[in-house]
Protein backbone atom coordinates (compact mmCIF):
# COMPACT_ATOMS: atom_id res chain seq x y z
CA UNK A 1 0.00 0.00 0.00
CA UNK A 2 0.77 3.45 -0.65
CA UNK A 3 0.12 7.24 -0.41
CA UNK A 4 -0.67 9.37 -3.29
CA UNK A 5 -1.24 12.99 -3.98
CA UNK A 6 -0.70 15.64 -6.49
CA UNK A 7 -2.37 18.60 -9.07
CA UNK A 8 -3.31 19.89 -12.26
CA UNK A 9 -3.28 22.99 -12.89
CA UNK A 10 -3.18 24.65 -16.60
CA UNK A 11 -3.19 28.25 -15.28
CA UNK A 12 0.32 28.14 -13.68
CA UNK A 13 3.57 26.38 -13.61
CA UNK A 14 3.87 23.68 -11.13
CA UNK A 15 7.68 23.04 -11.47
CA UNK A 16 8.26 25.92 -9.54
CA UNK A 17 6.66 24.80 -6.27
CA UNK A 18 8.40 21.48 -5.16
CA UNK A 19 8.44 22.70 -1.91
CA UNK A 20 4.71 22.80 -1.69
CA UNK A 21 4.59 19.16 -3.13
CA UNK A 22 7.28 17.72 -0.92
CA UNK A 23 4.88 19.20 2.18
CA UNK A 24 2.01 17.48 0.52
CA UNK A 25 4.07 13.95 0.67
CA UNK A 26 5.70 14.35 4.19
CA UNK A 27 1.85 14.45 5.14
CA UNK A 28 1.17 11.06 4.00
CA UNK A 29 4.88 9.52 4.27
CA UNK A 30 3.33 7.46 7.05
CA UNK A 31 1.41 5.44 4.33
CA UNK A 32 4.48 4.70 2.80
CA UNK A 33 7.53 5.05 4.67
CA UNK A 34 9.89 2.50 1.95
CA UNK A 35 10.23 4.84 -1.03
CA UNK A 36 8.79 8.25 -2.45
CA UNK A 37 8.58 9.52 -5.73
CA UNK A 38 7.59 12.64 -7.33
CA UNK A 39 6.97 13.76 -11.11
CA UNK A 40 6.79 17.52 -11.91
CA UNK A 41 6.00 18.97 -15.41
CA UNK A 42 4.56 22.15 -16.52
CA UNK A 43 0.95 21.59 -15.51
CA UNK A 44 1.01 18.03 -13.60
CA UNK A 45 1.91 16.86 -9.99
CA UNK A 46 2.38 13.15 -9.05
CA UNK A 47 3.44 12.76 -5.65
CA UNK A 48 3.85 8.93 -4.38
CA UNK A 49 4.91 7.56 -0.73
CA UNK A 50 5.57 3.65 -1.08
CA UNK A 51 5.06 0.79 1.16
CA UNK A 52 7.17 -2.10 -0.69
CA UNK A 53 4.84 -5.08 -0.79
CA UNK A 54 5.59 -6.59 -4.10
CA UNK A 55 8.30 -6.37 -6.26
CA UNK A 56 10.55 -4.13 -3.74
CA UNK A 57 13.35 -3.30 -6.49
CA UNK A 58 11.49 -2.46 -9.38
CA UNK A 59 8.08 -0.99 -8.45
CA UNK A 60 9.20 2.37 -7.94
CA UNK A 61 6.89 5.24 -8.43
CA UNK A 62 5.53 7.09 -10.65
CA UNK A 63 5.69 5.00 -13.15
CA UNK A 64 6.05 5.57 -16.75
CA UNK A 65 5.01 3.82 -19.69
CA UNK A 66 6.04 5.32 -23.51
CA UNK A 67 3.45 4.09 -26.11
CA UNK A 68 4.51 3.98 -29.70
CA UNK A 69 1.05 3.39 -31.28
CA UNK A 70 -0.55 5.83 -29.46
CA UNK A 71 2.10 8.38 -29.12
CA UNK A 72 1.51 8.85 -25.68
CA UNK A 73 3.52 8.71 -22.30
CA UNK A 74 1.51 7.58 -19.40
CA UNK A 75 2.85 8.06 -15.65
CA UNK A 76 1.17 6.27 -12.42
CA UNK A 77 0.70 6.70 -9.10
CA UNK A 78 -0.74 4.31 -7.06
CA UNK A 79 -2.30 2.78 -3.46
CA UNK A 80 -3.70 -0.67 -3.86
CA UNK A 81 -3.51 -4.21 -4.49
CA UNK A 82 -4.68 -6.16 -7.53
CA UNK A 83 -5.48 -9.71 -6.59
CA UNK A 84 -5.80 -10.87 -10.23
CA UNK A 85 -2.60 -9.39 -11.67
CA UNK A 86 -1.61 -13.08 -12.85
CA UNK A 87 -4.57 -13.64 -15.25
CA UNK A 88 -4.23 -9.36 -16.22
CA UNK A 89 -0.78 -9.92 -17.17
CA UNK A 90 -1.32 -13.14 -19.48
CA UNK A 91 -4.27 -11.73 -21.20
CA UNK A 92 -1.85 -8.46 -22.20
CA UNK A 93 1.38 -10.16 -23.03
CA UNK A 94 -0.90 -11.89 -25.53
CA UNK A 95 -1.53 -7.97 -26.89
CA UNK A 96 1.92 -7.92 -27.14
CA UNK A 97 2.36 -6.15 -23.92
CA UNK A 98 6.24 -6.31 -22.73
CA UNK A 99 7.01 -6.55 -18.95
CA UNK A 100 9.84 -4.48 -17.13
CA UNK A 101 8.61 -5.36 -13.52
CA UNK A 102 6.72 -8.00 -11.16
CA UNK A 103 5.08 -5.41 -9.58
CA UNK A 104 0.95 -4.59 -10.10
CA UNK A 105 1.36 -0.93 -10.40
CA UNK A 106 2.73 -1.99 -13.94
CA UNK A 107 -0.25 -4.08 -14.98
CA UNK A 108 -2.60 -1.30 -14.33
CA UNK A 109 -0.37 0.62 -16.24
CA UNK A 110 -0.42 -1.75 -18.92
CA UNK A 111 -3.96 -1.95 -18.69
CA UNK A 112 -4.75 1.50 -19.12
CA UNK A 113 -2.71 1.83 -22.00
CA UNK A 114 -4.52 -0.93 -24.07
CA UNK A 115 -8.40 -0.35 -22.36
CA UNK A 116 -8.57 3.26 -21.69
CA UNK A 117 -10.72 3.67 -18.86
CA UNK A 118 -12.58 0.26 -19.22
CA UNK A 119 -9.10 -1.21 -17.28
CA UNK A 120 -10.91 -0.72 -14.48
CA UNK A 121 -13.71 -3.15 -15.20
CA UNK A 122 -11.04 -5.83 -15.68
CA UNK A 123 -9.32 -5.10 -11.83
CA UNK A 124 -10.65 -7.21 -9.43
CA UNK A 125 -8.52 -5.71 -5.97
CA UNK A 126 -8.73 -2.70 -3.70
CA UNK A 127 -6.98 0.55 -5.33
CA UNK A 128 -6.88 4.45 -6.12
CA UNK A 129 -4.33 5.49 -9.02
CA UNK A 130 -3.79 8.66 -11.19
CA UNK A 131 -2.79 8.35 -14.53
CA UNK A 132 -1.00 11.42 -16.55
CA UNK A 133 -1.33 11.41 -20.30
CA UNK A 134 1.68 13.81 -21.37
CA UNK A 135 0.31 14.50 -24.65
CA UNK A 136 -3.20 14.68 -24.35
CA UNK A 137 -2.85 17.05 -20.68
CA UNK A 138 -5.50 14.99 -19.00
CA UNK A 139 -5.77 13.55 -15.95
CA UNK A 140 -7.26 9.67 -14.94
CA UNK A 141 -8.13 9.22 -11.32
CA UNK A 142 -9.66 5.65 -10.28
CA UNK A 143 -11.21 4.10 -6.96
CA UNK A 144 -12.02 0.38 -6.40
CA UNK A 145 -15.49 -0.85 -6.85
CA UNK A 146 -16.25 -1.48 -2.90
CA UNK A 147 -14.02 2.10 -1.52
CA UNK A 148 -11.52 -0.09 0.22
CA UNK A 149 -8.71 2.90 -0.87
CA UNK A 150 -9.79 6.31 -0.31
CA UNK A 151 -9.59 9.22 -2.91
CA UNK A 152 -10.24 12.73 -2.13
CA UNK A 153 -9.79 15.69 -4.12
CA UNK A 154 -10.03 19.48 -3.48
CA UNK A 155 -11.94 22.02 -6.32
CA UNK A 156 -12.38 25.61 -5.55
CA UNK A 157 -15.23 26.95 -7.96
CA UNK A 158 -13.30 30.09 -8.77
CA UNK A 159 -9.70 28.53 -10.09
CA UNK A 160 -9.74 26.01 -12.67
CA UNK A 161 -6.84 23.36 -10.65
CA UNK A 162 -7.67 20.21 -8.86
CA UNK A 163 -5.99 18.87 -5.95
CA UNK A 164 -6.26 15.30 -4.69
CA UNK A 165 -4.70 13.06 -2.39
CA UNK A 166 -5.02 9.57 -0.30
CA UNK A 167 -6.09 11.74 2.79
CA UNK A 168 -7.27 14.74 3.66
CA UNK A 169 -3.85 15.74 5.17
CA UNK A 170 -1.93 16.09 1.74
CA UNK A 171 -4.71 18.24 0.80
CA UNK A 172 -4.82 20.42 2.88
CA UNK A 173 -1.06 20.93 3.00
CA UNK A 174 -1.33 23.12 -0.09
CA UNK A 175 -1.67 26.64 0.64
CA UNK A 176 -4.70 27.37 -1.89
CA UNK A 177 -6.98 24.86 0.17
CA UNK A 178 -8.64 26.59 3.12
CA UNK A 179 -9.37 24.68 6.85
CA UNK A 180 -12.76 25.50 6.89
CA UNK A 181 -16.55 23.63 7.11
CA UNK A 182 -20.11 25.49 6.40
CA UNK A 183 -23.30 23.80 7.78
CA UNK A 184 -22.95 20.79 5.41
CA UNK A 185 -19.39 19.93 7.01
CA UNK A 186 -21.18 21.07 10.59
CA UNK A 187 -24.03 18.83 9.75
CA UNK A 188 -20.96 15.87 8.67
CA UNK A 189 -19.38 16.06 12.30
CA UNK A 190 -22.59 16.19 14.44
CA UNK A 191 -25.16 14.91 12.22
CA UNK A 192 -23.46 11.59 10.74
CA UNK A 193 -20.21 11.51 12.51
CA UNK A 194 -18.06 9.02 12.92
CA UNK A 195 -19.63 8.45 9.28
CA UNK A 196 -19.61 10.77 6.11
CA UNK A 197 -22.11 11.31 3.41
CA UNK A 198 -21.07 9.33 0.28
CA UNK A 199 -18.72 11.59 -1.72
CA UNK A 200 -18.36 14.45 1.08
CA UNK A 201 -14.88 15.64 2.51
CA UNK A 202 -16.33 17.69 5.03
CA UNK A 203 -14.22 20.10 4.47
CA UNK A 204 -15.17 22.88 2.32
CA UNK A 205 -14.92 22.45 -1.74
CA UNK A 206 -13.40 18.67 -0.34
CA UNK A 207 -15.25 15.57 -2.03
CA UNK A 208 -14.07 12.05 -2.19
CA UNK A 209 -14.49 10.50 -5.51
CA UNK A 210 -16.95 7.83 -4.65
CA UNK A 211 -16.32 3.90 -4.77
CA UNK A 212 -16.88 2.02 -8.56
CA UNK A 213 -15.83 5.41 -10.18
CA UNK A 214 -13.09 7.27 -12.45
CA UNK A 215 -12.81 11.02 -13.34
CA UNK A 216 -10.92 12.39 -16.43
CA UNK A 217 -9.89 16.12 -15.62
CA UNK A 218 -8.99 18.19 -18.60
CA UNK A 219 -8.25 21.98 -19.66
CA UNK A 220 -11.37 21.56 -21.94
CA UNK A 221 -13.67 19.79 -20.32
CA UNK A 222 -12.56 19.92 -16.39
CA UNK A 223 -14.07 16.75 -14.25
CA UNK A 224 -16.27 14.14 -15.38
CA UNK A 225 -17.38 11.68 -12.67
CA UNK A 226 -18.63 8.57 -14.61
CA UNK A 227 -19.88 5.05 -12.84
CA UNK A 228 -18.10 1.74 -13.74
CA UNK A 229 -20.07 -0.86 -11.57
CA UNK A 230 -23.16 -0.84 -9.23
CA UNK A 231 -24.86 -3.99 -7.79
CA UNK A 232 -27.97 -5.55 -10.19
CA UNK A 233 -30.85 -6.66 -8.77
CA UNK A 234 -31.44 -10.42 -10.46
CA UNK A 235 -33.26 -13.21 -9.47
CA UNK A 236 -31.06 -16.19 -7.55
CA UNK A 237 -31.97 -19.48 -9.74
CA UNK A 238 -29.27 -21.79 -7.29
CA UNK A 239 -31.06 -23.95 -4.45
CA UNK A 240 -29.25 -23.65 -0.66
CA UNK A 241 -26.86 -26.46 -1.60
CA UNK A 242 -25.79 -24.78 -4.88
CA UNK A 243 -25.52 -21.41 -2.92
CA UNK A 244 -23.42 -22.85 0.08
CA UNK A 245 -20.92 -24.38 -2.51
CA UNK A 246 -20.74 -20.88 -4.58
CA UNK A 247 -20.26 -18.98 -1.48
CA UNK A 248 -17.42 -21.46 -0.20
CA UNK A 249 -15.85 -20.80 -3.47
CA UNK A 250 -16.04 -16.84 -3.94
CA UNK A 251 -14.72 -17.23 0.11
CA UNK A 252 -11.97 -19.22 -0.03
CA UNK A 253 -10.79 -17.97 -3.16
CA UNK A 254 -10.67 -14.31 -2.24
CA UNK A 255 -8.61 -15.00 1.08
CA UNK A 256 -6.08 -17.15 -1.18
CA UNK A 257 -5.39 -14.43 -3.40
CA UNK A 258 -5.08 -11.93 -0.72
CA UNK A 259 -2.14 -13.88 0.68
CA UNK A 260 0.18 -13.27 -1.74
CA UNK A 261 3.25 -11.14 -0.67
CA UNK A 262 6.57 -10.59 -1.32
CA UNK A 263 6.67 -9.41 3.00
CA UNK A 264 5.61 -11.12 5.95
CA UNK A 265 1.67 -11.42 5.96
CA UNK A 266 -0.73 -12.39 9.48
CA UNK A 267 -4.31 -12.37 10.20
CA UNK A 268 -6.70 -10.54 12.54
CA UNK A 269 -8.03 -12.73 14.74
CA UNK A 270 -11.21 -11.84 17.54
CA UNK A 271 -12.24 -15.35 17.74
CA UNK A 272 -15.22 -14.61 16.03
CA UNK A 273 -16.58 -16.09 12.60
CA UNK A 274 -15.15 -13.60 10.25
CA UNK A 275 -11.74 -13.26 11.13
CA UNK A 276 -11.41 -16.88 12.15
CA UNK A 277 -12.61 -18.04 9.01
CA UNK A 278 -10.17 -16.22 7.41
CA UNK A 279 -7.56 -17.09 9.81
CA UNK A 280 -8.33 -21.12 9.13
CA UNK A 281 -8.00 -20.83 5.34
CA UNK A 282 -5.01 -18.89 5.54
CA UNK A 283 -3.53 -21.15 8.01
CA UNK A 284 -3.95 -24.32 5.76
CA UNK A 285 -2.76 -22.13 2.37
CA UNK A 286 0.71 -21.74 4.78
CA UNK A 287 1.07 -25.26 6.31
CA UNK A 288 0.92 -26.17 2.20
CA UNK A 289 3.73 -24.29 1.63
CA UNK A 290 5.67 -25.65 5.10
CA UNK A 291 4.84 -22.21 6.80
CA UNK A 292 3.37 -20.86 9.96
CA UNK A 293 0.84 -18.42 10.05
CA UNK A 294 1.11 -15.36 12.61
CA UNK A 295 -2.37 -14.18 14.04
CA UNK A 296 -2.67 -11.02 16.21
CA UNK A 297 -5.70 -9.94 18.69
CA UNK A 298 -6.21 -7.16 20.69
CA UNK A 299 -7.76 -7.00 24.55
CA UNK A 300 -7.93 -4.28 27.15
CA UNK A 301 -6.27 -4.62 30.62
CA UNK A 302 -8.62 -6.15 33.31
CA UNK A 303 -11.52 -6.34 30.41
CA UNK A 304 -12.37 -9.55 32.53
CA UNK A 305 -12.96 -8.38 35.46
CA UNK A 306 -15.39 -4.98 34.26
CA UNK A 307 -16.77 -7.26 31.16
CA UNK A 308 -20.88 -7.06 31.22
CA UNK A 309 -22.53 -9.11 29.39
CA UNK A 310 -25.53 -7.29 26.73
CA UNK A 311 -27.30 -7.95 24.12
CA UNK A 312 -24.79 -6.94 21.33
CA UNK A 313 -22.16 -8.39 23.00
CA UNK A 314 -23.03 -11.72 24.77
CA UNK A 315 -19.54 -12.80 25.50
CA UNK A 316 -15.91 -11.93 25.82
CA UNK A 317 -13.27 -12.81 22.91
CA UNK A 318 -10.12 -14.28 24.73
CA UNK A 319 -11.88 -18.06 25.96
CA UNK A 320 -12.44 -17.70 21.87
CA UNK A 321 -9.61 -16.99 20.51
CA UNK A 322 -7.94 -19.79 22.89
CA UNK A 323 -10.11 -22.16 20.99
CA UNK A 324 -8.81 -20.82 17.84
CA UNK A 325 -4.95 -20.63 18.61
CA UNK A 326 -4.86 -24.28 19.38
CA UNK A 327 -7.13 -25.43 16.24
CA UNK A 328 -4.89 -23.33 13.91
CA UNK A 329 -1.47 -24.28 15.10
CA UNK A 330 -0.56 -20.77 14.27
CA UNK A 331 1.98 -17.97 16.25
CA UNK A 332 -0.16 -16.16 18.24
CA UNK A 333 0.48 -12.51 19.21
CA UNK A 334 -1.55 -10.91 22.28
CA UNK A 335 -1.79 -7.08 22.36
CA UNK A 336 -3.42 -5.90 25.56
CA UNK A 337 -3.94 -2.54 26.01
CA UNK A 338 -4.37 -0.24 29.17
CA UNK A 339 -7.01 2.74 29.59
CA UNK A 340 -4.27 5.60 29.46
CA UNK A 341 -2.54 4.22 26.40
CA UNK A 342 -5.88 3.87 24.96
CA UNK A 343 -7.25 7.55 25.94
CA UNK A 344 -3.79 8.96 24.85
CA UNK A 345 -3.75 7.34 21.40
CA UNK A 346 -7.27 9.35 20.86
CA UNK A 347 -4.84 12.35 19.72
CA UNK A 348 -3.21 10.36 17.09
CA UNK A 349 -6.37 8.70 15.73
CA UNK A 350 -7.84 12.14 15.25
CA UNK A 351 -4.20 13.14 13.07
CA UNK A 352 -4.29 9.72 11.63
CA UNK A 353 -8.11 9.84 10.17
CA UNK A 354 -8.20 13.78 9.62
CA UNK A 355 -11.99 13.84 11.43
CA UNK A 356 -13.33 13.07 14.78
CA UNK A 357 -13.57 9.15 14.67
CA UNK A 358 -14.81 5.73 16.47
CA UNK A 359 -13.00 7.20 19.95
CA UNK A 360 -11.21 4.53 21.34
CA UNK A 361 -12.71 1.96 18.69
CA UNK A 362 -10.06 3.92 16.31
CA UNK A 363 -7.68 4.13 19.07
CA UNK A 364 -7.34 0.62 20.37
CA UNK A 365 -7.11 -0.50 16.42
CA UNK A 366 -4.26 2.06 16.21
CA UNK A 367 -2.68 1.22 18.68
CA UNK A 368 -3.25 -2.67 17.74
CA UNK A 369 -1.59 -1.65 14.24
CA UNK A 370 1.39 -0.87 16.06
CA UNK A 371 2.35 -3.65 17.19
CA UNK A 372 1.20 -5.76 14.42
CA UNK A 373 3.49 -3.93 12.58
CA UNK A 374 6.31 -5.47 14.89
CA UNK A 375 5.79 -8.68 13.28
CA UNK A 376 4.22 -8.68 9.81
CA UNK A 377 3.95 -5.61 6.85
CA UNK A 378 0.14 -7.19 5.64
CA UNK A 379 -2.31 -8.55 7.48
CA UNK A 380 -6.21 -10.03 6.49
CA UNK A 381 -8.98 -8.92 8.16
CA UNK A 382 -12.82 -9.45 8.59
CA UNK A 383 -14.31 -6.63 7.67
CA UNK A 384 -17.65 -6.32 5.91
CA UNK A 385 -18.76 -9.88 6.17
CA UNK A 386 -21.62 -8.76 8.80
CA UNK A 387 -22.78 -5.70 5.95
CA UNK A 388 -22.94 -8.54 2.76
CA UNK A 389 -24.33 -11.49 4.70
CA UNK A 390 -26.68 -9.79 7.33
CA UNK A 391 -25.14 -10.07 10.96
CA UNK A 392 -26.04 -6.73 11.79
CA UNK A 393 -28.64 -6.66 14.91
CA UNK A 394 -30.54 -3.93 12.25
CA UNK A 395 -30.68 -7.39 10.06
CA UNK A 396 -32.23 -10.01 12.25
CA UNK A 397 -34.68 -7.39 14.62
CA UNK A 398 -37.79 -6.98 12.72
CA UNK A 399 -38.40 -3.49 14.74
CA UNK A 400 -34.63 -2.10 14.32
CA UNK A 401 -35.13 -2.91 10.45
CA UNK A 402 -38.45 -2.00 9.63
CA UNK A 403 -37.36 1.38 11.83
CA UNK A 404 -37.33 4.80 9.25
CA UNK A 405 -34.16 5.80 9.18
CA UNK A 406 -29.90 5.07 9.51
CA UNK A 407 -30.54 1.79 11.66
CA UNK A 408 -27.03 2.58 13.74
CA UNK A 409 -28.14 5.98 14.18
CA UNK A 410 -31.48 7.02 15.19
CA UNK A 411 -29.97 9.33 17.85
CA UNK A 412 -30.85 12.47 15.45
CA UNK A 413 -32.81 14.45 17.99
CA UNK A 414 -30.09 13.46 20.41
CA UNK A 415 -27.42 15.17 18.52
CA UNK A 416 -29.15 18.05 17.41
CA UNK A 417 -29.65 18.77 21.66
CA UNK A 418 -25.91 19.32 21.33
CA UNK A 419 -25.95 22.74 19.03
CA UNK A 420 -26.39 26.00 19.55
CA UNK A 421 -29.72 27.09 19.11
CA UNK A 422 -29.35 29.09 15.71
CA UNK A 423 -27.05 26.48 14.55
CA UNK A 424 -29.70 23.83 15.80
CA UNK A 425 -32.57 25.41 13.58
CA UNK A 426 -30.49 25.47 10.16
CA UNK A 427 -30.01 21.85 10.49
CA UNK A 428 -33.30 21.13 11.13
CA UNK A 429 -34.31 23.24 8.05
CA UNK A 430 -31.57 21.02 5.93
CA UNK A 431 -33.16 18.11 6.99
CA UNK A 432 -30.15 16.31 5.90
CA UNK A 433 -30.53 13.06 7.68
CA UNK A 434 -34.32 12.44 5.72
CA UNK A 435 -32.64 13.81 2.69
CA UNK A 436 -29.89 11.29 2.68
CA UNK A 437 -31.47 8.47 3.84
CA UNK A 438 -34.04 8.79 1.05
CA UNK A 439 -31.38 8.84 -1.46
CA UNK A 440 -29.88 5.89 -0.46
CA UNK A 441 -32.93 4.27 -1.01
CA UNK A 442 -33.70 5.56 -4.38
CA UNK A 443 -30.54 3.75 -5.29
CA UNK A 444 -31.18 0.62 -4.57
CA UNK A 445 -31.84 -1.87 -7.13
CA UNK A 446 -34.87 -4.21 -6.98
CA UNK A 447 -36.92 -6.61 -8.97
CA UNK A 448 -40.64 -6.46 -9.79
CA UNK A 449 -43.09 -8.08 -7.06
CA UNK A 450 -40.54 -8.80 -4.93
CA UNK A 451 -42.37 -9.38 -1.11
CA UNK A 452 -42.03 -6.48 1.47
CA UNK A 453 -38.92 -8.68 3.19
CA UNK A 454 -36.72 -8.97 0.29
CA UNK A 455 -37.03 -5.41 -0.43
CA UNK A 456 -35.51 -3.92 2.91
CA UNK A 457 -33.21 -6.69 3.05
CA UNK A 458 -31.53 -5.28 -0.27
CA UNK A 459 -32.39 -1.31 0.93
CA UNK A 460 -30.30 -3.12 3.98
CA UNK A 461 -27.53 -3.87 2.37
CA UNK A 462 -27.65 -0.78 0.23
CA UNK A 463 -27.30 1.62 2.92
CA UNK A 464 -25.00 -0.34 5.02
CA UNK A 465 -22.72 -0.68 1.53
CA UNK A 466 -22.78 2.84 1.01
CA UNK A 467 -22.59 4.25 4.47
CA UNK A 468 -22.19 1.81 7.89
CA UNK A 469 -19.46 -0.38 5.90
CA UNK A 470 -17.62 2.90 4.47
CA UNK A 471 -16.72 4.09 8.12
CA UNK A 472 -15.56 0.96 9.00
CA UNK A 473 -13.17 0.79 6.11
CA UNK A 474 -12.08 4.67 6.15
CA UNK A 475 -11.13 3.31 10.37
CA UNK A 476 -9.20 -0.16 8.62
CA UNK A 477 -7.20 2.24 6.37
CA UNK A 478 -6.57 5.28 8.37
CA UNK A 479 -5.21 3.37 11.57
CA UNK A 480 -3.22 0.64 9.47
CA UNK A 481 -1.60 3.28 7.21
CA UNK A 482 -0.92 5.21 10.09
CA UNK A 483 1.90 2.47 10.99
CA UNK A 484 2.68 1.81 7.45
CA UNK A 485 0.38 -1.86 7.65
CA UNK A 486 -1.32 -2.73 5.03
CA UNK A 487 -4.81 -4.66 5.59
CA UNK A 488 -6.79 -6.14 3.37
CA UNK A 489 -10.27 -7.39 3.15
CA UNK A 490 -11.18 -10.52 1.45
CA UNK A 491 -15.23 -10.48 2.19
CA UNK A 492 -14.77 -6.69 0.02
CA UNK A 493 -14.41 -8.80 -3.09
CA UNK A 494 -16.80 -7.35 -5.63
CA UNK A 495 -18.17 -10.79 -6.87
CA UNK A 496 -18.91 -11.85 -3.34
CA UNK A 497 -20.76 -8.57 -3.10
CA UNK A 498 -22.91 -8.80 -6.12
CA UNK A 499 -23.58 -12.32 -5.90
CA UNK A 500 -25.01 -12.10 -1.85
CA UNK A 501 -26.84 -8.81 -2.99
CA UNK A 502 -29.03 -11.54 -4.82
CA UNK A 503 -29.67 -14.44 -2.08
CA UNK A 504 -32.71 -14.46 -0.27
CA UNK A 505 -33.15 -13.48 3.18
CA UNK A 506 -33.62 -17.19 4.06
CA UNK A 507 -30.50 -18.48 2.77
CA UNK A 508 -28.80 -15.95 4.45
CA UNK A 509 -30.30 -16.67 8.01
CA UNK A 510 -29.94 -20.31 7.59
CA UNK A 511 -31.60 -22.52 10.75
CA UNK A 512 -32.10 -19.04 11.98
CA UNK A 513 -28.73 -17.73 12.85
CA UNK A 514 -26.86 -14.80 11.80
CA UNK A 515 -24.52 -15.22 8.80
CA UNK A 516 -26.24 -18.81 8.99
CA UNK A 517 -25.52 -19.09 4.74
CA UNK A 518 -21.76 -18.40 5.58
CA UNK A 519 -21.72 -21.10 8.32
CA UNK A 520 -22.63 -23.43 6.50
CA UNK A 521 -20.39 -22.99 3.55
CA UNK A 522 -17.29 -23.30 5.88
CA UNK A 523 -18.23 -25.48 8.52
CA UNK A 524 -15.44 -27.55 8.40
CA UNK A 525 -13.06 -25.05 8.56
CA UNK A 526 -13.56 -24.06 11.91
CA UNK A 527 -14.57 -25.86 15.58
CA UNK A 528 -17.95 -26.15 16.38
CA UNK A 529 -17.96 -23.91 19.71
CA UNK A 530 -16.19 -21.00 16.84
CA UNK A 531 -18.61 -21.99 13.65
CA UNK A 532 -22.17 -21.21 15.70
CA UNK A 533 -20.86 -18.72 18.30
CA UNK A 534 -23.12 -16.07 18.53
CA UNK A 535 -21.98 -12.61 17.12
CA UNK A 536 -20.02 -10.65 19.04
CA UNK A 537 -18.58 -6.64 17.97
CA UNK A 538 -15.36 -5.48 17.43
CA UNK A 539 -14.27 -5.48 21.08
CA UNK A 540 -14.40 -2.07 23.40
CA UNK A 541 -13.00 -1.62 26.89
CA UNK A 542 -15.60 -1.87 29.76
CA UNK A 543 -12.92 -0.50 32.54
CA UNK A 544 -14.80 2.14 34.39
CA UNK A 545 -11.20 3.68 34.41
CA UNK A 546 -12.06 4.86 30.66
CA UNK A 547 -15.44 6.88 31.53
CA UNK A 548 -12.98 8.98 34.04
CA UNK A 549 -10.12 9.16 31.68
CA UNK A 550 -11.73 11.11 28.43
CA UNK A 551 -14.69 12.91 31.30
CA UNK A 552 -11.11 14.50 32.14
CA UNK A 553 -9.85 15.23 28.55
CA UNK A 554 -13.14 17.34 27.73
CA UNK A 555 -12.99 18.70 31.19
CA UNK A 556 -9.66 20.29 30.15
CA UNK A 557 -10.87 21.43 27.00
CA UNK A 558 -13.44 22.74 28.42
CA UNK A 559 -11.64 25.15 30.76
CA UNK A 560 -10.48 27.34 27.66
CA UNK A 561 -13.43 29.79 26.88
CA UNK A 562 -12.70 29.85 23.69
CA UNK A 563 -12.35 25.72 22.65
CA UNK A 564 -12.89 25.83 19.13
CA UNK A 565 -16.11 23.30 19.66
CA UNK A 566 -17.80 25.76 21.67
CA UNK A 567 -18.39 27.65 18.46
CA UNK A 568 -20.90 24.91 17.34
CA UNK A 569 -21.21 23.26 20.58
CA UNK A 570 -23.70 24.13 23.99
CA UNK A 571 -21.19 23.90 26.99
CA UNK A 572 -24.03 23.15 29.41
CA UNK A 573 -24.91 20.57 27.01
CA UNK A 574 -21.61 18.83 27.22
CA UNK A 575 -21.28 19.14 30.75
CA UNK A 576 -24.89 17.01 31.32
CA UNK A 577 -22.95 14.95 28.77
CA UNK A 578 -20.34 14.32 31.04
CA UNK A 579 -22.24 14.18 34.50
CA UNK A 580 -25.86 12.98 33.64
CA UNK A 581 -27.47 10.01 33.63
CA UNK A 582 -27.56 9.21 29.71
CA UNK A 583 -26.75 6.31 27.72
CA UNK A 584 -27.81 6.88 24.56
CA UNK A 585 -26.16 4.86 21.53
CA UNK A 586 -24.32 7.73 19.33
CA UNK A 587 -23.25 5.53 16.63
CA UNK A 588 -24.28 1.99 16.53
CA UNK A 589 -24.30 -0.62 19.65
CA UNK A 590 -20.18 0.36 19.84
CA UNK A 591 -20.51 4.16 20.69
CA UNK A 592 -22.70 4.70 24.27
CA UNK A 593 -21.92 7.35 26.68
CA UNK A 594 -17.84 7.18 27.16
CA UNK A 595 -17.17 6.94 23.44
CA UNK A 596 -19.47 10.16 23.05
CA UNK A 597 -17.76 11.88 25.27
CA UNK A 598 -14.41 10.98 24.09
CA UNK A 599 -15.93 11.49 20.48
CA UNK A 600 -17.05 15.48 21.58
CA UNK A 601 -13.33 15.83 22.51
CA UNK A 602 -11.54 14.14 18.90
CA UNK A 603 -14.11 17.21 17.78
CA UNK A 604 -12.71 19.65 19.68
CA UNK A 605 -9.01 18.37 19.30
CA UNK A 606 -9.70 18.32 15.35
CA UNK A 607 -11.03 21.73 15.13
CA UNK A 608 -8.09 22.65 17.11
CA UNK A 609 -5.56 20.90 15.03
CA UNK A 610 -6.68 21.45 11.39
CA UNK A 611 -7.53 25.41 12.95
CA UNK A 612 -10.91 24.98 11.11
CA UNK A 613 -12.94 28.07 10.48
CA UNK A 614 -16.99 28.27 10.50
CA UNK A 615 -18.03 29.75 7.15
CA UNK A 616 -22.42 29.39 7.67
Known sequence: MCGITGMIDFTQDLRTQKNIFKKMQ???????????????????????????????????????????????????????????????????????????????????????????????????????????????????????????????YYQNPEHPALIFGSELKSILKHPDVPHEIDLNGISQVLLFGPGRTPGCGVFRDMHEILPAHYAYYSRESGLQINCYWKLEAKEHTENFAQTAEHVRFLVTDAIRRQLVSDVPIGTFLSGGLDSSLISSVAAREFQKQGRTLHTFSVDYLDND??????????????????????????????????????????????????????????????????????????????????????????????????????????????????????????????????????????????????????????????????????????????????????????????????????IPWEFKEYQGYEKGLLREAMKDYLPDEILWRKKSPYPKTHNPNYLMAVTKLLEDRLQNPDAPILQIIKKEALENLMYGNDNIQFYGQLMTKPQTIAYFFQLDYWMELYQIKIKL
Not at 55 to 61: E, F, K, L, M, T
Not at 104 to 111: F, G, N, P, S
Open 26 to 152: NAIIRRGPDQNGMFLAEHAALVHTRLCVIDPVSGIQPMSLADQKQKEIYRVIYNGELYNTPELRKDLEKKGCQFRTNSDTEVILQAYAVYGAECVEKFNGIFAFAIWETSRQRLFLARDRIGVKPLF
Open 305 to 502: KYFQKSKFQPNSDPAYIRIMQEYLHAEHHWTVIDTPQLAAALFQAVEARDLPGMADVDASLLAFCKEIKNHVTVALSGECADELFGGYPWYRDPEIREAYGFPWSQSTDYRLSFAKPEIAELLKQRNDIHQEYQNTLTRTALLPGESPTEKRMREMMRLNLDWFMQTLLDRKDRMSMWNALEVRVPFCDYRIAQYLYN
